[in-house]
């Protein structure tokens, strides 16, 4: 496609289920970021992907939060047992360059947990 | 790991004059910093970057300078023009790192 591609864009669940989030990236781009934003802040590191394993998942706040990338293409970010202190916009980027390249980002996907 | 503070968090301006958003980090061995417009609603959009091998970077109405010695870079953004208003991030990373550090942002509105 011609951006990153995230669905769904907006997702509304109760407290306790279980969320999938996925992202599709720039063809060809084999890093892979998520972040998260909140409300009047900057985004939040979550996880890197480089190709089809996880680089680096040290933003991961707890283990009710996973992601992977078994193509090294899509990517889907799990959230078990959500907490209304999820509520977020998560943001997926791609990037040819990994860390020192332009960074292409999705329009995100906004949780609420009520 | 890095830490990058934003200054300042809003800031207003009448239309045609200059807006200047500030940021520092600590990590010395970062190496490159990006600055990303996001309107309302919208995705981050990269604008303007800099590289820690030059000190100063202009493209049109935008430039940024950075001060490797002090560990800050600013966003000089002139002739401003209400489209210009949006929230503006800037960001670190190093060629070694995984991942990149964001500011707060600063709310910037043009005032027509």
């Known amino acids: 496609g011609a951006g990153v591609s995230q669905t769904p864009s907006n997702k509304v669940t109760e407290k306790g289920k279980y969320v999938e989030l996925r992202c599709d990236p720039i063809s060809g781009h084999t890093a892979l970021y998520w972040y998260r934003q909140s409300l009047g802040q900057g985004p939040e590191f979550l996880i890197y992907f480089q190709g089809t394993g996880a680089a680096d998942d040290s933003g991961l706040p707890n283990d009710r939060f996973f992601a992977v990338r078994p193509e090294g293409s899509v990517s889907t970010l799990k959230i078990q047992r959500t907490e209304r202190g999820d509520s977020a916009v998560y943001l997926c980027?791609?990037?040819?360059?990994?860390?020192?390249?332009?960074?292409?980002f999705g329009e995100g996907s906004r949780l609420t947990v009520l | 790991g890095e830490n990058v503070e934003q200054h300042p968090s809003t800031l207003s301006v009448q239309e045609g004059d200059s807006a200047v958003i500030k940021c520092t980090y600590s990590?010395?061995?970062?190496?490159?910093f990006p600055w990303y417009k996001q309107e309302l609603g919208k995705r981050p959009q990269l604008i303007i970057d800099?590289?820690?091998?030059?000190g100063e970077k202009k493209d049109q109405r935008i430039a940024v300078t950075l001060n490797k010695t002090a560990k800050h870079f600013s966003l000089h953004i002139t002739e401003t023009q209400p489209e210009d208003s949006a929230v503006y991030f800037c960001?670190?990373?190093?060629?070694?790192?995984?991942?990149?550090?964001f500011g707060t942002g600063t709310s910037l509105t043009v005032i027509p």
């Open positions: 800099i590289r820690s091998n030059v």
């Open positions: 990590d010395s061995a970062s190496n490159y």
């Open positions: 960001a670190a990373s190093k060629e070694t790192g995984n991942q990149f550090y």
């Open positions: 980027a791609s990037s040819l360059q990994g860390s020192t390249g332009e960074l292409f």
